[in-house]
């Protein structure tokens, strides 16, 4: 596979409207067999520790597929009704090192839920591993802008 800016992009592009339409399975799909999703409780930086201190999400693949299946199940109350969203993916870098693609770029995400509006914002640094019919995620932290601050209802996917 050629890496390309183009391709990179039409990843990235991809995620976003699978996490947007709630397309759950999809998104699982993306990941690698063996992975990391993290959303860290600093989000300023990513020199967090995530097994020193608290995260507000941590997750292996075991506990992604959970995540998934909850979020998919009756038993998500706080996806009743489920978080109408729309993010915008801009500023995306990237290099490949190692044999991975390591992505910088940041997001925008309106969700509504119940008649109310949150504004998302912050980075996403992915790293995907190149495979024949594009990539693989091997890893994804998001950096919250709002990340140190109260967080009413986060059980969607970032």
């Known amino acids: ?23 759950a399975e999809a998104w699982l799909a ?8 993290w959303v860290p409780c600093n989000g300023r930086d990513d020199s967090t520790d995530p097994q020193r201190q608290v995260s507000i999400i941590y997750d292996d693949r075991a506990r992604l597929e959970d995540r998934i299946y909850r979020l998919m199940s009756s038993a998500a109350h706080s ?3 489920r978080s109408r969203m729309r993010r915008v993916v801009g500023n995306i870098r990237y290099e490949v090192r190692e044999g991975e693609v390591h992505t910088r770029s940041n997001f925008l ?41 109260a967080i009413d209802n986060l059980t969607f996917l970032l």
């Open 1 to 23: 596979m050629t890496i390309t800016r183009e391709a990179v992009e039409a990843f990235l592009f991809h995620e976003a409207d699978l996490l947007d339409d709630m397309d």
């Open 30 to 37: 993306l990941w690698a067999p063996e992975c990391c999703y």
């Open 79 to 81: 996806q009743r009704p």
């Open 109 to 149: 995400l309106a969700e509504l839920r119940r008649g109310r509006q949150e504004i998302w914002s912050g980075v996403s640094q992915h790293r995907l591993l190149p495979a024949s019919d594009g990539f693989q995620i091997r890893a994804k932290t998001v950096l919250l802008t709002q990340s140190d601050e």
